[in-house]
């Protein structure tokens, strides 16, 4: 086993994916001791784990790319135009997106709102969404 760990060191793979197998490895060892396939020993696995941080995935000319998609959002369908539009416009998540319906937007004191779904807060929207 250390000469598949240290052949899985030697390649050039990020810390979380070389992590990620040591993690697969580790749930089949424990899965073969349930079973009794082999006994019970102390697993090292842990001892192997390497340190790994949280990647920034940034995009290049993302202003220029958000305003080529604006200008062409009257192409698209309806309904994508719209869930563009509330993503683009509001900062909601994407999972909430979907858990959004029609009475998840409303008027009050004259201004256009939309509650977000799964909590307690409503947020302000540009009149044309609603």
Do not use: C
């Not at 992590?19 to 020993?41: A, C, M, P, R």
């Not at 993503?87 to 509650?115: C, H, P, V």
Request: hydrophobic share 35%; charged share 25%; net charge neutral.
């Amino acid at each position: 086993m250390e000469e598949y760990l240290k052949s899985l060191s030697m390649r050039r793979i990020t810390a979380q994916s070389y992590n990620n197998k040591l993690q697969v490895i580790s749930t089949f060892l424990h899965y073969l001791q349930v079973t009794d396939y082999i006994g019970e020993f102390s697993n090292p696995i842990p001892l192997y784990y390497k340190k790994s941080y949280p990647g920034v995935n940034e995009i290049d000319n993302l202003d220029q790319k958000l305003d080529l998609l604006i200008a062409h959002l009257g192409e698209f369908p309806e309904k994508l135009r719209i869930m563009s539009l509330i993503l683009l416009t509001t900062g909601i998540k994407k999972d909430q997106l979907f858990l959004l319906r029609n009475a998840d937007f409303y008027y009050k004191d004259e201004n256009s709102w939309m509650k977000v779904p799964d909590t307690t807060r409503s947020i302000p929207i540009p009149d044309i969404l609603h």
